[in-house]
């Protein structure tokens, strides 16, 4: 390339300064709540990712401590044990990647799936549109719970099954909200002017379609990963789910209702930490809403 | 003096199917223009001018008639054909804010054109056009890596023009390009327009409802009423000598800004325009018209050449 | 000398979004007497708008500050209690504003919505009595009363507008502010609701604000003109003030007329103005006009903006007129 070409190379690299994403960044930074709430889900994706750094996955999972059932701050046990012996702070960080895996990987691949089916609704429509909506019609006629018991049932009881049911379930809501927004898209004019110039509509669809549903897709995703552990805790608290003795909020609930009488921490612990996670996710949801939202038009 | 047909529309129509039945958009629409000539389009909302301009272009199925662009029968083309077709035929949109993708940059949205073609199969020859279109439209290089969101509605509207001219076409089809845009920014577009013309040697539909605006830039103009046609000639002849009701109540509704126009009470034209489904037999504009006849609600008026150059579609100039 | 109707004094406007001041309106001054119709014309980002907004009262409370004051038949409308606005609005000033698509609410009949502006500002009023004049109003703007029982999107444009013109005069305001009222109409219909404003206006009596960037319905309805700019007003007079040609205008007034494609002259080419008007968070100092005029000297690049200079109540803001300058 010549010196002329590098020079105009240099011009139309994009302009990372500008983009839309920059824009909801700085929107996000000068909100306190928004920030708190990122802060939160940083923290608790950390702990997901660098459990075995923190603290050994024994701990968590066989009896360390010398008594069964000792409280939160006794020595050498932050949040006590339960009533195995297990250390409940080793459990509630093991568990924090049970509940991140479930929550995220069951939203993504709703997502996904989600937004193929819509895009090929909206882009294709009739027959093809009216069969895909039919079918998510149906499967938003059935509550989740019944959905996660009847494959649970049907696939037996584990982490994978849980995932397969929870991205069903997810499926109704995205779709359809996806797919207002691609009709939406699909009806403006620089979709017009790309058949103007004799694009095909894969090209559209991949180039026009796509990069204009991100936002759509990061907000819905957000919210649904937050939905997603709190049911994925659900169906661990009634017994679907992870096998004994793999930490999990859900589970670790349910056994905690035993004892509530006299150790009531053994409900608190894992209660309070699933709502403050599900309240930090979903507090970073609405603010990445509303950072997205007044989406700047360009008035001069 | 070239006197090549660019475009011709032979009885197009553009009937579309509604839940309460066909609405003639388009209805029986004929009319050449030569190359290097501007077709001005007027009508108000529901005229179909719009759709006039999206089903020449083929982006729109037509329901019947044809199309002949540069002596060649379009109508029906496949679509490899009508692809490459796409070259020589473009648009230009009305609203700068939704015909631009706000994901792209404007280098990207410019360029785009040059990629699905594969016009300029170098990277650098593509830079270096799209450089080259900017400067045409007169749009700084350094917008290059901006995202239309960040410029004004002028600037948008621009990039729309460079888009448009990136394959060389030579017909181009203006749907209000200047609608959207304040007064000041308007004329400029218009100059850029007029001399694009001039130095490419263009031919426009320009389809507007502002009679003011397309007195400038075109030749001829076309009025449309409820998809057909109502009165065509010369720019000219038009402001200085209306035929049809309709196009003079249009000419003497446009506020004129001088003092000539205080206190004037313009001959206002009653009620509104009728529904273009399943329309009524008859002349659509007889509902609201201060001539009409008996025989202009049951006939519907032919549209002939009243003089040289000059056709309508009136009853009252008829002498068949 | 009669108390002016409304009297805005020294105006000025900031809005602060994210971190960013954006200076809307710029210390302005206006006039308006009894039954006057006052042309307030610019383009996008003027402050038209702003202005209009905050006789109302009706800009946002966290992000805009007022300063000045705007006075209404001698009493202060710039800090005025929200009731006492409450009580103003609808009867007193009244606003119709630019897109009637949005602004009727699509659930309620459109009888409903304007005898809703009455009940509120005549308590006493029996249904009988609200029923009665509701037919009275539509009847003043052009439409048939038994078409008050329907609803908003069975009326087309023109008809929408005609709605929200009668919910605006239905309390016979002394002030109605109409903002870009027929921009969004066909010019056939334009007509129509221009000539029904022009009627309504002698009826009533009222002063009309008429917000606009069309010079050719300024001349047709308007007595007194002010052209904003950035958030000033550059030129304000009379309308024989502003259109006639054997005077001095400000450059921005002269670019505006240039612009115009008008049916009556055959130029052939149109002279724009050029350059873009500036985002009211990046005035450029000095005159705002200045980066845009054929005519700028070194004077007016830097300092402050130009004086006012009146001649016979036509006022222009340019450093061209103002003292030892040329007179208006």
Known sequence: MDAEAIALNAKIRKSRRNSQGMEVWNRLRTRPTAMVALTGVIFLVFLALFADLLIPYEMAIKQVAADKLMPPGSAGHLLGTDNFGRDILARIIHGSRTALEIGVISAGLSLFISTILACTGAMLGGMVDNLIMRVIDVISCIPGMVIALAICAALGNGIWQLIVALTFSGLPMHTKMVRSVALRVSKMDFVESAVALGAKPGYIMVRHLFPNLTSIMIINGTAQVSINIMMGATLGFIGLGVKAPTPEWGTMLASGLNFMMRNQYMVLVPGLVLAISALLINTLGDAMRDAFDPQLKGKA | MNETVMLECVNLKKYFDTPRGSLHAVDDVSFRILEGKTLGVVGESGCGKSTLGRTILRLLPSTDGKIIFNGRDITNLPARELSALRKQMQIIFQDPFSSLDPKMTVYQIIEEPLRIHKTHPSKVERMKQVEKLMEIVGLDSRYMNTYPHELDGGRRQRIGVARALALNPKFIVCDEPVSALDVSIQAQILNLMMDLKEEFGLTYIFITHDLSVVKHISDDILVLYLGQMVELCSSERLFENPLHPYTKALLSAIPVPDLSSKGKEADVMQGEVTSPIEPPPGCRFAARCPEATDRCFQESPPFFEVEPGHFCSCFHFCHA | ?328
């Open chain 3, 1 to 328: 000398m009669s108390e002016a109707l409304l009297e805005i004094k020294d105006l000025s406007i900031r809005y602060t979004t994210d971190k960013v001041i954006s200076r809307a309106v710029n210390s302005i001054n206006l006039k308006i007497d009894k039954g006057e119709v006052l042309g307030l014309v610019g383009e996008t980002g003027a402050g038209k708008t702003t202005t209009a907004l905050s006789i109302l009262g009706l800009l946002p409370r966290y992000t805009s500050e007022t300063e000045g004051e705007i006075r209404f038949k001698g009493h202060k409308l710039v800090g005025a209690s929200e009731k006492q606005l409450r009580n103003i609005r609808g009867s007193q000033i009244s606003m119709i504003f630019q897109d009637p698509m949005t602004s009727l609410n699509p659930v309620f009949k459109v009888g409903r919505q304007i005898g809703d502006v009455l009940k509120f500002h005549n308590k006493t009023m029996s249904q009988i009595e609200v029923g009665q004049k509701v037919d009275e109003i539509l009847q003043m703007v052009g439409i048939p009363p038994s078409r008050k029982e329907e609803y908003p999107h069975q009326f087309s444009g023109g008809m929408k507008q005609r709605v929200m013109i009668a919910i605006a005069i239905a309390c016979r305001p002394d002030l109605l502010i109409a903002d870009e009222p027929t921009t969004a109409l066909d010019v056939t219909i334009q007509a129509q609701v221009i000539k029904m404003m022009r009627s309504l206006q002698k009826e009533l009596q009222s002063s009309i604000i008429l917000i606009t960037h069309d010079l050719g319905i300024v001349a047709n309805l308007c007595d007194k003109v002010a052209i904003m700019y950035a958030g000033e007003i550059v030129e304000s007079g009379t309308l024989e003030d502003i259109f006639a040609q054997d005077r001095g205008h400000h450059p921005y007034t002269l670019g505006l007329f240039g612009s115009l494609p008008n049916i009556k002259e055959k130029r052939s080419r149109l002279t724009p103005i050029r350059g873009l008007t500036p985002h009211p968070s990046e005035l450029p100092e000095g005159c705002h006009f200045h980066p845009r005029c054929p005519q700028c000297m070194e004077i007016c690049k830097t300092g402050r903006t130009p004086d006012r200079t009146v001649q016979n109540g036509h006022e222009i803001r340019c450093h061209l007129f103002s003292a030892g300058g040329r007179q208006p």
